[in-house]
């Protein structure tokens, strides 16, 4: 691990916004693996929150709870040490898409803004300018990858296989002990819909456009053309899984990731489609 003396709630705010059974959970990313998860914050019954420690483990941002001070692997979720450690956290379900589909699909929907800026900075600067995402794109475009390649520190790491880059989108699913990643353009490659088993349990990965979506998989043969995923004799949006009949598919708690960060916590042979 290394160290950091910052604390900080940015990477993984906590909250109950927005979700329509007032759930507790905490919202996180990881800019070094470009990991986006969202989790349940309630462990034993108790509510948690959630802070980022300034803790890396295996170039992942190691966040922790306030609670215990049990600290987690932000892409894994298991408590790697304190009095919870080999728990795992619940993954909430959640897409990841695009503002303009956000505000078309929830009009009033609750947006989280930057906590600097504006009326909160010091200098008056706007929320844009106050919090700089330029250094996050310039290592997401970098063929370097970890933290070496984020900030010039620590070891500079190297990538040996074939047949996925380093910082490709994975989708990764988890289940009953199981762990599979979705390469995002492997899916794309066999025509953006792949039938697959994580354990015991079918699932349907569809992607789309920017969006990359799993689903338990209802048993019906699935095509996607045009942007619209067909079914069972009716249309299904690939984003949200609500069909033109009114049915709706079951979505996973699936996370998304570089490619390395998901190898990193599942081992090479974990990859859909690869040897």
Not at 230 to 243: C, E, N
Not at 262 to 267: A, E, R, S
């Given at each position: 691990m290394l160290d950091d003396p910052a604390r900080s709630e940015r990477d993984a705010p906590s909250s109950t916004e927005g979700n329509a059974d007032r759930r507790p959970?905490?919202?996180?990313?990881?800019?070094?693996?470009a990991s986006v998860v969202v989790y349940a914050r309630v462990v034993d019954e108790q509510v948690s929150t959630f802070g980022t420690s300034g803790k890396l483990a295996d170039d992942a941002l190691v966040m922790y709870d306030r609670e215990t001070e049990s600290e987690r692997k932000q892409p894994l979720g298991t408590a790697i040490g304190g009095p919870l450690q080999g728990r795992e956290q619940d993954v909430v379900p959640a897409p990841v898409t695009s503002w303009r589909r956000f505000r078309s699909e929830y009009p009033n929907g609750v947006v989280l803004q930057p906590v600097r800026g504006a009326d909160n900075d010091p200098h008056g600067r706007a929320p844009r300018t106050a919090y700089d995402t330029s250094r996050y794109e310039q290592y997401d475009a970098a063929e370097a990858f970890g933290l070496r390649a984020m900030r010039g520190e620590g070891p500079e790491r190297a990538w040996d296989r074939e047949g996925v880059d380093v910082k490709t989108t994975v989708l990764g699913a988890v289940h009953d002990g199981d762990a599979v990643g979705y390469p995002v353009p492997r899916v794309r490659a066999e025509g953006g819909v792949v039938a697959d088993s994580v354990g015991w349990l079918d699932v349907l990965v569809v992607s789309c456009d920017a969006d990359s979506h799993a689903f338990e998989h209802p048993g019906h043969q699935f095509e996607l053309r045009d942007g619209t995923l067909s079914?069972?004799?009716?249309?299904?949006?690939?984003?949200?899984?609500?069909?033109?009949?009114?049915?709706?598919?079951?979505?996973?708690?699936?996370?998304?990731?570089?490619?390395?960060?998901?190898q990193d916590d599942h081992g090479r042979g974990s990859f859909y489609g690869l040897d």
């Amino acid at each position: 691990m290394l160290d950091d003396p910052a604390r900080s709630e940015r990477d993984a705010p906590s909250s109950t916004e927005g979700n329509a059974d007032r759930r507790p959970i905490a919202v996180t990313w990881c800019p070094i693996c470009a990991s986006v998860v969202v989790y349940a914050r309630v462990v034993d019954e108790q509510v948690s929150t959630f802070g980022t420690s300034g803790k890396l483990a295996d170039d992942a941002l190691v966040m922790y709870d306030r609670e215990t001070e049990s600290e987690r692997k932000q892409p894994l979720g298991t408590a790697i040490g304190g009095p919870l450690q080999g728990r795992e956290q619940d993954v909430v379900p959640a897409p990841v898409t695009s503002w303009r589909r956000f505000r078309s699909e929830y009009p009033n929907g609750v947006v989280l803004q930057p906590v600097r800026g504006a009326d909160n900075d010091p200098h008056g600067r706007a929320p844009r300018t106050a919090y700089d995402t330029s250094r996050y794109e310039q290592y997401d475009a970098a063929e370097a990858f970890g933290l070496r390649a984020m900030r010039g520190e620590g070891p500079e790491r190297a990538w040996d296989r074939e047949g996925v880059d380093v910082k490709t989108t994975v989708l990764g699913a988890v289940h009953d002990g199981d762990a599979v990643g979705y390469p995002v353009p492997r899916v794309r490659a066999e025509g953006g819909v792949v039938a697959d088993s994580v354990g015991w349990l079918d699932v349907l990965v569809v992607s789309c456009d920017a969006d990359s979506h799993a689903f338990e998989h209802p048993g019906h043969q699935f095509e996607l053309r045009d942007g619209t995923l067909s079914g069972d004799g009716v249309s299904w949006d690939p984003t949200t899984g609500r069909s033109s009949d009114g049915r709706r598919l079951t979505r996973l708690p699936a996370r998304r990731l570089y490619a390395f960060a998901w190898q990193d916590d599942h081992g090479r042979g974990s990859f859909y489609g690869l040897d």
